[in-house]
């Protein structure tokens, strides 16, 4: 069973929709990363939180550190937000253990 | 502020060749890593290091080999490329210092033939 589970695998909305991508996993934790990776391979922090809620534009990130679980909300989805997203607990020290991430596609 | 610099970004390798992919950030970040990214499996740790002089290996350290003699480079050696090293490789860097956030370089794509 792998450490991080991300759900959905892919998602496809229209734009304006709300989208959520859950995040679950095994591990203690000191944080948790959400990363965004578009189509030409670059990988961006999005946010790093270790309780609670963060919040930055139309996006949205909350944790329960004790259900061990993450999401990642859109509010009113663009096809600029196109991109796979990938939920990275951060373990002992700054180490990282990935999820497989979700591949949203949003269309016009 | 470059960030995180990646070279090659592209390189074909013939089995048994080695080679050297090159890490440098300009943040003055501690914390160096190298990941490779296969299809369905997300990025895997490949070699990290906490600062200058100091390494250790991740989850997949077979075949790579690292050093850190300064706090800017970081690069990765494959010592005898085989085809199931025909990856993505990401070099990130992070520090306390600045939220632990996480910076990127833009990937190198190897492939062993």
């Known amino acids: 069973k792998n450490e991080v589970e991300q759900s959905p695998q892919n998602l496809t909305a229209q734009e304006g929709e709300f989208i959520t991508i859950n995040c679950s996993y095994s591990?203690?934790?000191?944080?948790l990363h959400w990363l965004q990776q578009h189509p030409g391979g670059g990988i961006v922090s999005l946010f790093m939180?270790?309780?609670g809620k963060k919040k930055h534009g139309r996006l949205i990130a909350t944790i329960n550190i004790q259900e061990k679980h993450s999401s990642l909300h859109i509010t009113a989805s663009h096809p600029r937000d196109s991109a796979v997203y990938i939920c990275?607990?951060?373990?002992?020290?700054?180490?990282?253990?990935f999820g497989e991430g979700t591949q949203l596609t949003v269309n016009p | 502020n470059a960030g995180v610099t990646q070279t090659p970004k592209f390189q074909v390798l013939k089995t048994g060749q080695s080679m050297t992919l090159q890490c440098a950030q300009d943040?003055?970040?501690?914390?160096m890593s190298w990941y490779r990214q296969d299809p369905g499996m997300g990025l895997r740790l490949i070699h990290y290091?906490?600062?200058?002089?100091?390494?250790d290996q991740g989850e997949v350290p077979n075949g790579y080999n690292v050093s850190r003699s300064t706090t800017e480079d970081f690069p990765l050696r494959l010592l005898s490329a085989a085809p199931s090293q025909t990856s993505v490789y990401f070099c990130?860097?992070?520090?306390?210092?600045?939220?632990?956030?996480?910076?990127f370089g833009e990937g190198s794509w190897l492939t062993v033939v």
């Open positions: 943040m003055n970040h501690e914390y």
């Open positions: 290091s906490v600062g200058a002089g100091i390494t």
């Open positions: 990275a607990p951060q373990t002992s020290g700054s180490r990282l253990t």
């Open positions: 990130a860097s992070s520090s306390p210092w600045t939220g632990n956030t996480i910076y």
């Open positions: 939180l270790s309780s």
């Open positions: 591990v203690g934790i000191s944080a």
